[in-house]
């Protein structure tokens, strides 16, 4: 499961962008009860969604026309500008160059082989996200890729990620956790692209997870509160019950309601 130890390899942040932050600030607000504030001049206008005064995720404006709206999930990284060397050498690129974030770390974003867009987080004063692991937190993290096995390659190559199969009715679920942790520290899931008609259709892309206390009734929220449901809640033993969605802006997200330990 997810850790605020934020081991070399696993997520420690994840933030969003959309053309209109107030439109999505309601729609988060009412879902999760995250309060949305706003960055100055000197992180570019940069913002953080908070739970009281614990940051559960960040959130940037950005014009339609530069990105569409999305959530991407940073890892950290020991070394940033080894990790984009690592990531160049494995076929991936760099989105944007290497930058340092006041005194706050150094960060890439970058994309795998597959084009799917991530980011490395080197920690500086800040290590990651204060809320995991509880309702308004991020809980789990799959990857939906066109080549399983090249994506693993991929990251373990480039983050040190390890991989174990878990078998379920109809066939294996591929998990991931740090190269420097144990299997409890399995953070997320790689999924084939085709394995789901609604992911192949809006293609390759890394998925957050945030966990709810009631998967049916935040699903019923999403919806009063101008969301899209992309896959309604569906309950797997041993795992809980989730949802796929997608906010306002069409930034795509799914809630989790874990099983009782």
């Known amino acids: 499961m997810l850790s605020t130890r934020f081991v070399a390899g696993a997520p420690v942040w994840t933030d969003m962008c959309a053309p209109d932050l107030d439109q999505v600030a309601d729609f988060y607000r009412g879902l999760f009860g995250w309060e949305l504030r706003r960055g100055g001049e000197e992180v570019g206008g940069y913002g953080q969604f908070g739970l009281g005064d614990r940051t559960a995720a960040g959130a940037m404006a950005v014009p339609a026309d530069m990105s569409p709206p999305a959530w991407t999930l940073y890892f950290h990284a020991q070394d940033v500008d080894a990790t984009v060397k690592a990531v160049e050498q494995a076929g991936g690129g760099a989105v944007f160059d290497t930058t340092d974030v006041l005194d706050l770390g150094r960060m890439a974003v970058l994309t795998d082989s597959a084009g799917v867009q991530f980011a490395a987080w080197q920690q500086g004063r800040l290590k990651g996200v204060d809320v995991l692991n509880e309702p308004g937190g991020l809980v789990w993290t799959e990857l939906y890729t066109p080549d399983v096995a090249a994506a693993t390659r991929f990251y373990g190559s480039v983050l040190g990620w390890r991989t174990v199969e878990q ?11 740090p190269g420097s942790g144990a299997e409890e520290d399995m953070f997320g899931g790689v999924v084939p692209l085709d394995s789901d008609p609604t992911e192949a259709e ?18 019923a929220t999403a919806r009063r509160l101008g969301g899209t449901v992309r896959m309604e809640p569906v ?22 309601q874990p099983s009782p330990a």
């Not at 078998?167 to 956790?177: D, K, L």
């Not at 809006?202 to 699903?219: E, H, I, K, M, N």
């Open 167 to 177: 078998s379920f009715p109809g066939g294996t679920y591929t998990m991931v956790y």
């Open 202 to 219: 809006a293609g390759a892309y890394w998925l957050p997870y945030f966990q709810v206390t009631d998967c049916d009734a935040a699903v």
């Open 235 to 256: 309950s797997m033993e041993g795992v809980g019950r989730f949802a796929k969605l997608a906010d306002p802006a069409g930034a795509r997200f799914a809630v989790l």
